[in-house]
Structure formats: C-alpha cells, structure tokens
C-alpha cells in the first residue's frame, strides 16, 4: 500500500513538471489540457472514494513539481557570491516546496467543500486554485511568478481580455479551459457535456473579439512624437557587483551603445543597477563623460542606488532617477517591491547574525520607498509622464497604480541574476500581461535580459533580444481608449469569484 502512495506521488509530481513547459520560453500550452485534466480527475476520484486521503499532500505533490521545474534559476543568483554557493542545494527545493503549500491548501479545502457533481466541483477546482494563487501573489511580499495563464504569452489577440479582467480572472478561466476535457470522462448527463464544449471553443471567441480589437488599434493613426524614446539593451557582466569593474568605462560603455544625437530631443533609458560602484548623487561626479555627446535635448532615465540618512540611520534605495544632461537629478523612485533575500533580508536583526545578507549589495538591506508614484518629466520642453516598475515590479497585477493617468510605463531591469536560463523569458512575458491590463505603452531596458517596446495592445513592436546590445527607438503612437482593469483593477476579479459561487451551486442542480 505505501508503494502504491508513492508512486502516486510521483505521478503527481510528474503531472506539475509537465505543466511547466506551457510556460514561456517553450509555450507548449495544449499540455496543461492532459495534465490539469488528468490532475482533476486523480483528486475527484479520491475525493469521491471513502478511504482515507491526503488532502494536503496531493496539492502540494503537483506544485513541488510544478514550481522545481520552472524556477530552478533562482539558484543561480546565489553563484555570484561564495558565500551563498552552499546554499543552492537547500533553496533548489527549499522554495518550490514553501509555494507548493499553496497548492496543498487549495486541495485540502477541495476536499472539504462535499459536492458530488462533476461539473461543479470543476467550477469549484478552478475557483478554489484560482483564488490561491490570488493569495500567492498578496502573501509577505507576494510573489504571483508562473502562474498558469502565462501559458498564453503567445496568444495575444486571446490575451485582449486581459484590459477587461485582469490576469487573475483570466486565470481562472485558463484552469476551467485547461481542465474542462476531464468531463468527457467523469460526465453524468449530456447537459455536462454541452457545457464542457462550450467552454472548449470559448477560445476561439476571445480570439475573434481580440483580433477585431488589435485590428481596430491598429487602423488608429499614427501620433508623432516631438521626442524619441530611446530604450537601451545592454549585456555588461553582472560580476561587476562583486569585481573590481571600472565605473567610468562601463558609463562610457553606455553612452557608446546610446549613440546621442545633439540635435534630436532624446529621453534616454538604461536599465537597472547598471552602473557599479556609485549612488544617485555620486553619478553627477561622471558629468564630464557626457560633457560632448550629451546637451540640453536629452534627458536620461537609469535605475541607480539612492542613499539618505534619516534619524541617524543609513538608508538605501534601489531608485529610478532622471537626470537632465549635465546629471541634474530632476526627478526619482524608489522601489516598493523588493525581492526577499535578493534586496532585503526579512528578520536581518536575526538571521544576519547568522552571517546571511542579501544578494544585490555589499552594505545592508534595501529600504522600501513610501509610494508608486507617476513621475513628470518637465525639463527643457520635454512633457511626459511616466509610471516607473524596477525589475520585478512588472510581476504584480493589479497593484502597480491607483491613477491611469500617465502615458507610459517604464520597466528598468537586471536580468543577470537568472543566468542563461528560462528565467528572462519569464520575467519578460510579465511586461506584455501589464501593457494589456493597462493599455499603455511599455518601455523595457534591460541589461542582461529581453528589451522591448510593447505596444497597449500588448505586441512587441521592436526588440532587442537576450544577449545583443543596441537600442531601439519610440517616435510616434496610437492613442488607447482607458482599459476597464486600469480603472477598477482587482475588483473585476471579484466578480468573477462570485460568478463561479453562483455556477457552483447552479449546475450542482442539474440532475
């Protein structure tokens, strides 16, 4: 009997791994149609059996697969230092084994909710994963990374529902999608079936209403600009935040790769953390190198360490700062997000007595910035307003902003940590998800990662891919009508929640 359990445990297991390779960079997405369904089926089965069961341990079997296969990069950010080198064998599954918790709890309250219908309690499945994974992205800092309607990163004319629901709505429908064909197998009536096909071409019809809606974006005409966006993709080494990198060359590296044009008005972006060894006020000491390639018409958006004492204690910040071109500091964020244990160390009176620290810096936990706020570029007749996300920011849906009255999102990212792995793809298909729930323009520079221009509509205008260095430019636009999740945000996913109560308990009914 206890081999029996085990293997059972393994063919849960291998069902999670699977599902993993619907997810960017491999978008095998009709996988999850026999893994989802053939993971209903084995839990509905149990549940309906009078023997004793593991309601916990199902779930969190399919999620400790689930989460080893497609965030083992994580372990390769601890590479860097030595002194965490020892550590990747413990975080390897140390962290899908503390998210898979999740999943064991979703399927502990699947058990306990005694409904017999099969069709209902795949409604109940659904709600009941989908709403989880809405707390794993709100849990401490929340972390909402894969969840599985990231297996559509490619289906964008399918993705247009995003601007109406948000993503994590969209998720419940994927799992209902994606689990539906167990029906044909557990079904009692026709009328389960009838449902069950209905929501197998449902696709086809957020295809069609999506095709006509990028359609419609794309007859719009075209706006153009007074200014050029210039988005910078570099490839500098990340072993410069534990080496001995010379911070004037990588500068001079930057504006290389930059190639300012004095007499076009220019806003210039470089990525994240991108410049070793300085802070947000140490930059204007570098003034000189931009003395003759840089003048009044261009202004520089960087991600860069900011630094205040207050109340007689060192802070720090990872910021995004404007600079004009004489490095002005015009403008500046700081990040609200941080990473656990990459930008600050929970417990750090704590564990860094026990010789921890985090990953990003040499001196001491990042400090949270107050709040999100849209910045104003107004400086020698440049006029935009920006919403600034640093790195993995782009990850939260729903939470980036209260106000939709900015022009443009701004993504500044370091995606060196992920090594050469499937993480940069990953993190990437964040940025097209935000600009759909938006409907905003997404500018994305990224050193060591996927640059982008991404358009409201969520395609990818102009690029530079993993490992090029250059920089792409924005220069004219289409004017997007206000999406309904940029105004309500997750209160569309609320409804949602109720409308699958109201399912529940409806087709529990039908006889």
């Known amino acids: 009997m206890k081999k029996k359990i085990y293997f059972e445990y393994l063919y849960l297991v291998v069902l999670g791994i699977l599902s993993s390779l619907?997810?960017?960079?491999?978008?095998?997405?009709?996988?999850?149609?026999?893994?989802f369904s053939l993971f209903f089926i084995y839990i509905f089965h149990k549940k309906k059996s009078s023997s004793r069961n593991n309601k916990f341990l199902y779930g969190w079997f399919f999620g400790f697969g689930y989460f080893l296969s497609n965030l083992y990069w994580i372990t390769i950010s601890l590479s860097f230092d030595i002194n965490f080198k020892?550590?990747?064998?413990?975080?390897?599954?140390?962290?899908?084994?503390?998210?898979?918790?999740?999943?064991?709890?979703?399927?502990?309250f699947f058990f306990l909710i005694k409904i017999k219908k099969p069709l209902s309690n795949l409604l109940l499945f659904s709600l009941l994963f989908g709403f989880i994974e809405f707390l794993r992205g709100h849990f401490l800092t929340g972390f909402p990374w894969n969840l599985i309607a990231y297996s559509f990163s490619n289906n964008i004319e399918i993705l247009q529902i995003l601007s109406s629901v948000g993503t994590?709505?969209?998720?419940?429908?994927?799992?209902t999608l994606f689990t539906s064909p167990a029906i044909f197998v557990l079904r009692e009536n026709k009328k389960e079936i009838i449902v069950c096909i209905f929501l197998l071409l449902s696709p086809l019809a957020l295809y069609i209403s999506g095709y006509s809606k990028?359609?419609?974006?794309?007859?719009?005409?075209?706006?153009?600009?007074?200014?050029?966006?210039?988005?910078?993709?570099?490839?500098?080494?990340?072993?410069?935040?534990?080496?001995?990198?010379?911070?004037?060359?990588?500068?001079?590296?930057?504006?290389?790769?930059?190639?300012?044009?004095?007499?076009?008005?220019?806003?210039?972006?470089?990525?994240?953390?991108?410049?070793?060894?300085?802070?947000?006020?140490?930059?204007?000491?570098?003034?000189?190198?931009?003395?003759?390639?840089?003048?009044?018409?261009?202004?520089?958006?960087?991600?860069?360490?900011?630094?205040e004492k207050k109340n007689k204690e060192d802070r720090f910040f990872n910021s995004f700062s404007i600079y004009d071109h004489q490095l002005n500091l015009i403008n500046t964020y700081n990040k609200i997000n941080l990473v656990p244990f990459g930008e600050f160390l929970?417990?750090?009176?704590?564990?860094?007595?026990?010789?921890?620290?985090?990953?990003?810096?040499?001196?001491?936990?990042?400090?949270?910035?107050?709040?999100?706020?849209?910045?104003?570029?107004?400086?020698?007749?440049?006029?935009?307003?920006?919403?600034?996300?640093i790195c993995y920011e782009i990850i939260y849906s729903g939470r980036i902003f209260d106000d939709p009255s900015f022009e443009y999102l701004i993504n500044v990212s370091e995606d060196g940590w992920f090594g050469k792995s499937i993480g940069p793809d990953q993190h990437f298909a964040h940025s097209v998800f935000r600009a759909?729930?938006?409907?905003?323009?997404?500018?994305?520079?990224?050193?060591?990662?996927?640059?982008?221009?991404?358009?409201?509509?969520?395609?990818?205008?102009?690029?530079?891919?993993?490992?090029?260095?250059?920089?792409?430019?924005?220069?004219?636009?289409?004017?997007?009508?206000?999406?309904?999740?940029?105004?309500?945000?997750?209160?569309?996913?609320?409804?949602?929640?109720?409308?699958?109560?109201?399912?529940?308990?409806?087709?529990?009914?039908?006889?």
């Open 22 to 35: 619907s997810l960017p960079p491999y978008n095998f997405l009709f996988i999850n149609f026999a893994t």
């Open 86 to 108: 020892h550590l990747i064998p413990i975080v390897l599954f140390l962290i899908p084994a503390f998210l898979a918790i999740f999943y064991g709890i979703f399927t502990f």
């Open 168 to 175: 994590y709505a969209f998720n419940i429908w994927c799992i």
């Open 214 to 307: 990028i359609k419609f974006f794309q007859s719009l005409s075209l706006i153009q600009n007074d200014y050029v966006i210039r988005v910078i993709g570099s490839n500098i080494a990340l072993e410069r935040f534990y080496g001995n990198f010379d911070t004037k060359s990588v500068i001079n590296e930057l504006i290389e790769i930059s190639e300012p044009e004095l007499d076009s008005k220019t806003f210039f972006l470089w990525p994240e953390g991108i410049i070793p060894n300085i802070n947000q006020l140490e930059f204007q000491e570098f003034k000189n190198l931009f003395y003759k390639k840089f003048n009044k018409n261009h202004l520089l958006g960087i991600g860069i360490n900011a630094f």
């Open 346 to 389: 929970p417990f750090e009176k704590v564990l860094g007595k026990l010789g921890l620290k985090s990953l990003t810096n040499n001196y001491q936990s990042f400090s949270k910035g107050e709040k999100r706020n849209i910045l104003r570029i107004s400086k020698n007749e440049f006029d935009i307003t920006i919403l600034p996300l």
């Open 436 to 511: 759909i729930e938006s409907g905003k323009y997404l500018f994305r520079s990224a050193n060591n990662g996927i640059a982008a221009i991404i358009d409201p509509m969520g395609l990818v205008e102009k690029k530079i891919p993993l490992e090029k260095t250059g920089y792409i430019d924005f220069s004219e636009k289409r004017l997007p009508e206000t999406t309904l999740f940029s105004l309500h945000g997750n209160k569309m996913f609320l409804i949602i929640i109720l409308l699958y109560i109201f399912l529940i308990f409806s087709f529990n009914r039908i006889s």
